[in-house]
């Protein structure tokens, strides 16, 4: 006989082996984590998970009931502690804006109001001619960037009126 007697013992080895394999290699996923929520809001949605597991796992109706409500209670307790969190977060943001534009700090100050406005610039928008139509060769892109800066910081002087 050979090593396996069973093709199912062979496919619990095969599987064992490779399942050992990517857990050293690579790991488990790592969640990314909200860095505004403190470690007891973090405590507190796995609370509520847990409910909610307890809420799927009940199988009366009373238990289904008295579950639902525990569930409903520590995900009220999540979502207020996030929007402190939140809170917090935005006002220490805010008081380091503060401090970066009191000394002088532009580089600071203008990541901390990108930081809060939450906005991304996308740095692959086309580049449009002046019909509107897409330039997709660089030489044209540079040249169309030229042109409008030369029209945008090229203006005549303003004339002022004096009576």
Not at 42 to 69: G, H, I, M, S, Y
Not at 117 to 123: E, L
Not at 130 to 137: E, L, Y
Request: net charge positive; charged share 35%; hydrophobic share 25%.
């Amino acid at each position: 006989m050979g090593l396996f007697n069973d093709i199912n013992d062979t496919w619990e080895q095969a599987k064992n082996v490779i399942l050992e394999t990517c857990e050293e290699t690579l790991g488990y996923m790592q969640y990314k984590r909200k860095n505004w929520m403190s470690d007891d809001t973090w405590v507190k949605v796995e609370e509520r998970r847990k409910a909610k597991e307890k809420v799927l796992n009940a199988t009366t109706r009373q238990q289904k009931r008295q579950t639902q409500d525990l569930y409903r209670e520590k995900d009220k307790e999540v979502k207020k502690n996030c929007k402190q969190d939140k809170r917090d977060y935005v006002e220490q943001l805010a008081q380091e804006a503060e401090i970066a534009c009191s000394i002088g700090d532009i580089k600071s100050l203008y990541n901390t109001t990108r930081q809060l406005s939450g906005r991304r610039s996308n740095s692959n928008a086309p580049v449009k001619d002046k019909n509107g139509n897409v330039i997709t060769k660089i030489e044209e892109q540079l040249k169309r960037w030229k042109e409008h800066f030369k029209e945008v910081l090229n203006r005549p002087p303003q004339q002022t009126h004096i009576t």
